[in-house]
């Protein structure tokens, strides 16, 4: 299924997705994350071509990555990347890539200057990258993904996943070009963002518009990603969406400068 | 991971689930058919180890259906049952049974006695069982499901699908029922959680022990979700890890009561 010779605007650009965690398996969790990561490919021109589920087995991940990797074009994973004993999935990727994990300094670095003294072993274990690596950023909350090979390495917590999922979009091969912006809302949450944000939304169907709020101890906000092909329709929705925003009363928005 | 020999209280009985269409993969349709077969199947005992979703592509259903049927104690597929083009998992399941499909008399005279003359080619379609297949009662709407083997075939709609669940868990070989309790945890990350929530895990090897965190709002923490099919063992676990969380200076730790 993985495509073939030129990228050309009509090859089909297959993904998977591999769900980590025995709570999705048990049923105590619902799964949101495929639905989320389809529909965000799909504006890519990316087809999720298969899924799986597997369990906190170490084996188990390795196995489902193996096959899945090698039969699509990418593999997006998601959840086991926190800093409890049940966190194995950089471990699995790493024994998957046949590599070795080493703690990456720029993630050191954030955790130090986050947690000083309080950095303890089981936080340093979300600074493990494989060897080969490159970090997927992480606008929300905690330290960041990354990235190996054709897999790229997501949180399980939905809002995160989503956030991260804004830094996988630009490295895909794809077709079409997606143009994608963001409006930084600080000081106000959520619930008050939702109304404008999705009238606007349900004015432009053709859009991507998503909302990922972020906080902790320097504040807290939403950045508001809009994506879409039409580049008139793009800017069109930009306007639209701080003029709803700041028709609402909502205060402190500005658009992001592209990075 | 299939279970051997003769069924004992800790015996473990497995099955995957195998999710079939375009729709979920897409993310057109949020599947909820994963959870609800999970929880189903562990009232009776039966742990849900891998899931799948398949594209509607007869050979990919094959293949996936043949990988997790020879692994697992029992498989349950859901969707690709109606009556359009699209609709090809009986179809799939007797090629992975190396059988053919018959129109069932039983299904035949529903059929008739429901649509008459209106019975079309279309609607027939939904009448075809694989050779050796019994049928799995649907007390909600339309035909029935079927099974064969160590494999079940249900519909995709939910409210259908959980159903027909109800003609399945009386057929399964039950295992012991996992027993779940739930410690929440407020106001304090998963960083400080670990230490103490691996050192409980690691004295109850036979425990499953899982972190789950939540954040938003309305504030942060997580829960953590033990699991075990020993009564006096959860409980003595449960203790330990309250007590060990107590020990650690965490507070605004409690057990969740169960739903």
């Known amino acids: 299924m993985a495509s073939v010779g030129v990228n050309g605007a009509h090859e089909r650009v297959s993904a998977a997705v591999l769900i980590i965690g025995d709570e999705i398996l048990s049923g105590r969790t619902q799964d949101t994350n495929l639905r989320d990561i389809a529909r965000y490919l799909g ?20 196995a489902a990555l193996n096959a899945l990797r090698a039969r699509y074009d990418y593999v997006i994973t998601t959840g086991g990347i926190g800093p409890t004993h049940d966190d194995i999935t950089a471990d699995a ?10 703690e990456h300094p720029e993630i050191l670095a954030m955790m130090q200057a986050r947690w000083g003294g309080e950095l303890n072993a089981a936080r340093r274990r979300m600074a493990r990258v494989p060897i080969g690596g490159e970090l997927v950023k992480n606008p929300v909350q905690g ?7 054709n897999v790229f390495v997501l949180a399980g917590v939905p809002q995160i996943m989503r956030g991260m999922l804004e830094d996988v979009g630009p490295r895909l091969r794809t077709g079409a070009v997606t143009i994608s912006r963001t409006v ?26 998503g909302s990922y709020p972020f906080f902790g101890p320097e504040g807290y906000g939403s950045n508001l990603v809009l994506r879409g092909r039409d580049a008139a329709e793009v800017a069109a929705t930009i306007a639209e969406l701080i003029a709803a925003l700041t028709a609402a009363g909502i205060a402190n928005v500005s658009e992001v400068s592209p990075s």
Do not use: Q
């Open 43 to 62: 504006t890519f021109g990316v087809d999720v071509a298969e899924a799986r589920v597997a369990p906190d087995i170490i084996e188990e991940i390795v």
């Open 143 to 149: 330290p960041p993904g990354f990235a190996i090979g």
């Open 93 to 102: 990727v790493a024994a998957a890539f046949d590599t070795e994990l080493y």
């Open 184 to 209: 930084r809302v600080e000081g106000t949450g959520e619930g008050a963002i939702a109304a404008p944000l999705e009238a606007v939304a349900k004015a432009h169907p053709a859009m991507s518009l």
